[in-house]
């Protein structure tokens, strides 16, 4: 096999996205193999935009086809999983779209499924991964440059989307259809940054608004609480209705901090001594006379680093690592069982609200389901 034949799953907007991706070119060992999609519209467009490519309305068909090599799901979300496993039953690679599923009793499902298949490529497009500026975030964390994290805290509210993006789409914001609001569709990259590069929480408590400022039922508005276990604490706030939104992470550690602003520029203060010596050694005077001296601007080293990133470029990168890993060998950016992890974040994040206390990871998954359903069946 020189090129990955892609199977694209959903022809929607992502799916029509990484279609083009592959048509430009832009994606070297791999070619579209066929495309599938229930919509009897997105056929007619298809064979517009991709003439000779196979057309399926359904998926199982297609995996049947022999017209392909890997899948991607470009589909809402409840159906990742159980695409997945069909498709690794079958011998196909699969990369699933984030979030991995709605809850973690499903994503182990194909977790546990995609240990018998070790010879098959089980990834997840997490985009973001790819970007360096938070390749760069997690070294410096990796590698105790700012010491043991003491406090996280992210404010990403620059997801705003219309009620018009709402009313667009059936699925979209719905219990039944999308199993949440930002939680589910929006921030999952951040959930699973915060994670990769900080760990997961032991406990979370979570004030969520649901239909606050959008005509939808579900979360619009979240603000998070993690208590890390060992006196760490995080702060993660999200939301879809700032139309000035914040995009900043900042990670304070026992030896100095990092904030990212606009996922554009890094700053990292390293300070020249542990804050904990500092605290030992230094009396009232000494700290008077730093802020009248040289500043307390005198007790860290600064670097400041700006990124570039376009947009396309980060899953263009997962797509290409995706071929190279099927290929080559090649070691994952974003390896399927990884997806777990967010899910895991966003249902604590979900079930503190619900629930209107703190919980522990790992979370009743029964009863988070529990709940989930009877959201799912009063929307019905
Ligand atoms: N990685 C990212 O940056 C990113 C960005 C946006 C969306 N997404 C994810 O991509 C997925 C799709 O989102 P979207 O915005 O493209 O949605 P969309 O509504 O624009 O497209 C979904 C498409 O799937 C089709 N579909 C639904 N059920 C199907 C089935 N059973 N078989 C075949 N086709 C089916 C629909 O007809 C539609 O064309 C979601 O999981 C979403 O979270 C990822």
């Not at 064979?47 to 991607?72: Q, R």
């Not at 939680?183 to 994670?195: E, F, S, T």
């Not at 079930?351 to 206390?357: Q, R, T």
């Amino acid at each position: 096999m020189s090129k990955v034949r892609l199977g694209i799953i959903g022809l929607g907007q992502q799916g029509g996205a990484y279609a083009q991706f592959i048509k430009e070119g832009r994606v070297s060992e791999m070619e579209i193999g066929a495309i599938c999609d229930i919509d009897p519209k997105k056929r007619m467009g298809a064979e517009k935009e991709y003439p000779g490519t196979p057309f399926y309305d359904n998926y199982l068909e297609m995996l049947e086809s022999g017209d392909i090599d890997a899948i991607v799901t470009c589909v809402p979300h409840y159906d990742h999983t159980n695409m997945g496993i069909e498709a690794l039953k079958r011998d196909i690679h699969v990369l699933l779209e984030k979030p991995a599923g709605v809850y973690t009793k499903q994503v182990r499902e194909i977790n546990d499924f995609a240990v018998t298949k070790p010879e098959l490529t089980y990834a997840i497009m997490f985009n973001q991964r790819t970007n360096q500026l938070y390749q760069k975030v997690k070294e410096v964390i990796d590698n105790g440059e700012i010491g043991g994290i003491r406090r996280t805290n992210w404010i990403i509210t620059t997801w705003w989307r219309p009620q018009g993006y709402y009313d667009a789409g059936s699925w979209r914001a719905t219990w039944d259809g999308e199993g949440g609001g930002v939680l589910v569709n929006q921030a999952p990259h951040q959930i699973d940054l915060m994670q990769w590069i900080c760990g997961m929480p032991e406990k979370v408590y979570t004030k969520a608004q649901y239909g606050y400022q959008r005509n939808i039922p579900v979360e619009d508005d979240v603000t998070a609480l993690f208590d890390y276990g060992n006196g760490a604490t995080g702060v993660f706030i999200t939301c879809t209705h700032d139309v000035i939104g914040t995009d900043r992470l900042e990670i304070h550690g026992d030896k100095g901090k990092i904030v990212v602003n606009d996922s554009k520029t890094i700053n990292i203060k390293r300070l020249n001594t542990p804050e904990n010596e500092m605290s030992d050694k230094m009396s009232m005077g000494d700290v008077m006379n730093l802020f009248q001296g040289d500043g307390p601007d005198s007790i860290y080293e600064e670097e400041v680093l700006e990124f570039e990133s376009v947009w396309g470029g980060q899953h263009v990168a997962v797509l290409e690592n995706f071929a190279a890993n099927i290929l080559h060998n090649t070691p994952l950016i974003a390896p399927g069982r990884d997806g777990i992890h967010g899910v895991a974040l966003a249902n604590a994040i979900h079930l503190s609200s619900w629930l209107n206390k703190e919980v522990s990871l790992p979370i009743d998954e029964d009863l988070f389901l529990e709940e989930l359903n009877k959201r799912r069946s009063q929307e019905r």
